[in-house]
T-cell receptor, first 113, second 114 residues
Framework: KQEVTQIPAALSVPEGENLVLNCSFT??????LQWFRQDPGKGLTSLLL?????REQTSGRLNASLDKSSGRSTLYIAASQPGDSATYLC????????????FGTGTLLAVQP | NAGVTQTPKFQVLKTGQSMTLQCAQD?????MSWYRQDPGMGLRLIHY???????DQGEVPNGYNVSRSTTEDFPLRLLSAAPSQTSVYFC?????????????FGPGTRLTVL
């Protein structure tokens, strides 16, 4: 059974710092790994999608990597800003009857001005 | 495109009441699903649909019904609300049942059952 873990659960950094959020998964048989952002009281916004055949994806100041063999993905945020404060969720698309997303419980990021 | 829309945004029910959470998408996506989000438990799949007329159960289907009469709409019905159903509900869609497609989420419905 696929399990997705995100560590740390919460992170506070000063503005301008580069940071890495971690996501690990137990079953390497995934279609893809998707990173989402969730603002308080809001829905999920898709940030990056890495297919299982890819190693990384980039969008602006965000870079996500995927290492299936070790069961890890990282989300790198460059030059963090207070507007980056949110909860970041990763989800593994897992083959099976439902082809569903298995979510981690998220990392709550606070960027201090 | 409006993407995935959900109504209502907030709802308070009494135990035993029934209601329907609405979800619609305008991206012509085949696959739609409902998740609930609870503190410390992440998002869990309730029901999903791979196309009009086809639905199936996810991880936590008890107490919920769904139907898919059109490609665009995927309502979630609470038959007899219980306090354990207090949660935030998200509808999601993707282009097809293939797990390789990007998934898009609606803004959520925050439900409280008293």
């Amino acid at each position: 059974k696929q399990e997705v873990t995100q560590i740390p659960a919460a992170l506070s950094v000063p503005e301008g710092e580069n940071l890495v959020l971690n996501c690990s998964f137990t079953d390497s048989a995934i279609y893809n790994l998707q990173w989402f952002r969730q603002d308080p009281g809001k829905g999920l916004t898709s940030l990056l999608l890495i297919q299982s055949s890819q190693r990384e994806q980039t969008s602006g100041r965000l870079n996500a990597s995927l290492d299936k063999s070790s069961g890890r993905s990282t989300l790198y945020i460059a030059a963090s800003q207070p507007g980056d404060s949110a909860t970041y969720l990763c989800a593994a698309a897992t083959p099976g009857a439902t082809n569903k997303l298995i979510f981690g419980t998220g990392t709550l990021l606070a960027v201090q001005p | 495109n409006a993407g995935v829309t959900q109504t209502p945004k907030f709802q308070v029910l009494k135990t035993g009441q029934s209601m329907t959470l609405q979800c619609a998408q305008d991206m012509n996506h085949e696959y739609m699903s409902w998740y609930r989000q609870d503190p410390g438990m992440g998002l869990r799949l309730i029901h999903y649909s791979v196309g009009a007329g086809i639905t199936d159960q996810g991880e936590v289907p008890n107490g919920y019904n769904v139907s898919r009469s059109t490609t665009e709409d995927f309502p979630l019905r609470l038959l007899s609300a219980a306090p354990s159903q207090t949660s935030v509900y998200f509808c999601a869609s993707r282009r097809s049942a293939s797990g390789s497609n990007e998934q898009f989420f609606g803004p959520g419905t925050r439900l409280t059952v008293l």
